[in-house]
């Protein structure tokens, strides 16, 4: 198995008292494969994703890719986050070669983002600043810059859970060909029910206090998918009803919180 996580939990110490966040998480991810981790706002969902990157520590439990633990980050795990946090200073291609200059010559680091930058369709756009272009291109300019890092695993957390609707489905549409044309595993963290039955292999849909893997959902649609939405009804429907439980724990808990104030 390429990414294996075994009997994972994790607490946090919140004012004074530790808190279970997540428990007894287990999940296996072949190579190859499109994850999406789906659950309530706070069942734990980034900080799963922020394990599997080794930039927050496991309370207990294993995980492991491709057989070695994972203990701290790594250059074959890429991640990109809701906000593309590009440095104002350099153009577009300066940001995506950035990562890379350590590691090659100045020209060969320019050929490898023009290329990512092709890939996400903004190689029209590499001289521009980070300000000319709007939040979804600059959402872009992340995933070619985590992208030119060759990372074995993608780790996407609400990529796109800023952007309006259209741009959110143009998005939607560039990750599915570079994960066509790549064939990297992603593992990718949303709220959003009709964005994991887009882009997912599988669906993890999970449950709150303290987060719990409460399904885990296979779609084998072929690719590029263009399912109708009466296709894809049942699992919508399977899933919201797994969801409602939850959400109704979030709010009850919300409500008890603001009473108490
Ligand atoms: N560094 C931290 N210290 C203490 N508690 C934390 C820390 N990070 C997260 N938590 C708590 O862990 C729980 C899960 O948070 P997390 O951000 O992983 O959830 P999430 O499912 O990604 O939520 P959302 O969808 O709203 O982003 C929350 O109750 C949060 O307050």
Same mark, same amino acid.
């Given at each position: 198995?390429?990414?294996?996580?075994?009997?994972?939990?994790?607490?946090?110490?919140?004012? @004074?008292?530790?808190?279970?966040?997540?428990? %007894?998480?287990?999940?296996?991810?072949?190579?190859?494969?499109?994850?999406?981790?789906?659950?309530?706002?706070?069942? @734990?969902?980034?900080?799963?994703?922020?394990?599997?990157? @080794?930039?927050?520590?496991a309370s207990e @439990?294993?995980?492991?890719?491709s057989g070695t633990p994972i203990k701290g980050p790594g250059k074959e795990r890429g991640m990109v986050f809701q906000q593309a946090a590009l440095f104002p200073w350099l153009t577009v291609l300066e940001n995506v070669m950035f990562p890379l200059l350590p590691v090659m010559s100045k020209k060969e680091a320019a050929e490898?983002?023009?290329?990512?930058?092709?890939?996400?369709?903004?190689?029209?756009?590499? %001289?521009?600043?980070?300000h000319e272009i709007s939040g979804g291109m600059q959402q872009r300019v992340a995933i070619a810059r985590a992208l030119a890092m060759d990372p074995a695993l993608l780790l996407m957390d609400e990529p796109f859970g800023a952007l309006d609707e259209q741009t959110r489905s143009r998005l939607h549409e560039i990750l599915e060909n570079i994960f066509i044309e790549t064939k990297k595993t992603i593992l990718f963290v949303t709220h959003s029910i009709a964005e994991s039955?887009?882009?997912?292999?599988?669906i993890v849909v999970m449950g709150t206090q303290p987060g719990?893997?409460?399904?885990?959902?296979?779609l084998d649609f072929p690719r590029p998918r263009s399912q109708s939405k009466e296709e894809l009804l049942s699992y919508e429907e399977k899933i919201q009803a797994l969801l409602k439980s939850e959400i109704d724990k979030v709010t009850e808990k919300e409500q008890k919180h603001a009473a108490s104030r």
């Open positions: 198995m390429f990414l294996t996580i075994n009997n994972l939990n994790k607490s946090f110490i919140n004012k @004074g008292s530790s808190e279970l966040v997540l428990s %007894n998480i287990n999940l296996d991810v072949r190579e190859g494969e499109f994850v999406s981790i789906l659950g309530p706002s706070g069942c @734990g969902k980034s900080t799963l994703l922020s394990i599997v990157a @080794g930039l927050t520590s @439990g294993n995980i492991e890719l490898k983002a023009k290329h990512y930058l092709q890939m996400v369709q903004l190689g029209s756009y590499t %001289n521009h600043s980070p039955l887009k882009l997912s292999d599988r719990t893997i409460l399904d885990i959902i296979e």
